[in-house]
């Protein structure tokens, strides 16, 4: 039996972020994402997408790690052209997690698998 891993996986239709945009609803994605992640975000031709994406990959962290971990407390940004997702306070010294994000089309998709760290 595996104990210490767990799996998050999650699937999010980019049009609900195509419809609530960060000018429409700006206090929804300050609750969601990090000022960097939103600066990331709207960078591109299509943020909507690369919401979708964040969104899908938190969603999936806090499946993966099964307890309720705040969206602020899950950074995710890009090094080297690869997703890196980081745990903040508490979080980062009771999981490890690594992630996999693409959008196609109308989906976003997440998937993150997480590690409990053994004291």
Known sequence: MIENFGIGIDL?????????????????????F???????CLKFKKPAEHFAGKFAIKESVKKSINEPIPFLDIETFHSKSKLKIKLLKKWNKKYKVLGSISHENEYAIGMVISEKIKF
């Open 34 to 40: 990090l000022p960097s992640e939103i600066e990331y």
């Open 12 to 32: 999010v239709d980019i049009q609900k972020f195509e419809k609530i945009t960060y000018s429409k609803k700006p206090s929804f994605y300050k609750k969601t």
